[in-house]
Nanobody
Framework: QVQLVESGGELVQAGGSLRLTCAAS????????VGWFREAPGKEREFVGS????????TYADSVKGRFTISRDNAENTVYLQMISLKPEDTAVYYC???????????WGQGTRVTVSS
């Protein structure tokens, strides 16, 4: 079973940038799709983007296309979420999770909080 830890969230001004990290332990990301999600105050958790570890295929939500970039470090077994041109509406707790063909994503991390001030 893979364990995930997110980090990198902090308070940033609108227009700023952050890079979030999703680090895996227990096993590698091989065979998984790694997803980033976010949960804003008072809202449901929403999909941000994902990367298929085997193919490298990346998908983004429309709300972040052109501003967020997912990348990976195979050697470090880590997935990154680079965020630029941040907006107050990007304020949320960001989570990573994995998917491997079951009913849903699983092995959620504890989340990392991103606050974008206007």
């Amino acid at each position: 079973q893979v364990q995930l830890v997110e980090s990198g969230g902090e308070l940033v001004q609108a227009g700023g940038s952050l890079r979030l990290t999703c680090a895996a332990s227990g096993r590698t990301f091989s065979g998984y799709t790694v997803g980033w999600f976010r949960e804003a105050p008072g809202k449901e958790r929403e999909f941000v983007g994902s990367i298929n570890w085997r193919s490298g295929s990346i998908t983004y939500a429309d709300s972040v296309k052109g501003r967020f970039t997912i990348s990976r470090d195979n050697a470090e077994n880590t997935v990154y979420l680079q965020m630029i041109s941040l907006k107050p509406e990007d304020t949320a707790v960001y989570y990573c999770a994995v998917y491997n063909g079951g009913p849903s994503y699983h092995s959620w991390g504890q989340g990392t909080r991103v606050t974008v001030s206007s």
